[in-house]
């Protein structure tokens, strides 16, 4: 009987040591395809000013500024605050927040003057 206990216990070990290693690495490998998907949209949307297909705009009146925003485009009738998604990312609370307040007209314009 206690030979029987032992394998049954041995069995249960490796069978929760076999799960452990398999979350590890389906961790892992999820934590790798969220890294090369954000990394790949942080590249992306520096280039897409440039991508006439997708940018109808002209490339020069875009300033990138990466956080919280991508960036703003400064045309010759209008200001356009702009952001890049990929996939199906969508915006963050901050960006959804900056919208508000672009659509609520909730702009301002300071000037600072030095000397």
Do not use: A
């Not at 452990?20 to 395809?33: A, D, G, H, Q």
């Amino acid at each position: 009987m206690f030979f029987v206990w032992m394998c049954v216990i041995i069995f249960f070990l490796i069978l929760i040591l076999l799960i452990n290693k398999y979350r590890r690495m389906y961790l892992s490998e999820k934590f790798k395809k969220s890294s090369i998907s954000v990394k790949y949209g942080k590249f992306l949307e520096q280039y897409i000013p440039w991508i006439k297909e997708i940018f109808p705009h002209s490339p020069q009146k875009f300033r990138f500024i990466g956080e919280p925003i991508d960036g703003i485009l400064f045309d010759d009738d209008e200001i356009l605050f702009m952001e890049f998604k990929t996939g199906s990312s969508k915006l963050t609370e901050r960006q959804k927040r900056i919208k508000k307040l672009v659509k609520e007209k909730k702009i301002g314009w300071k000037e600072i003057k030095i000397g």
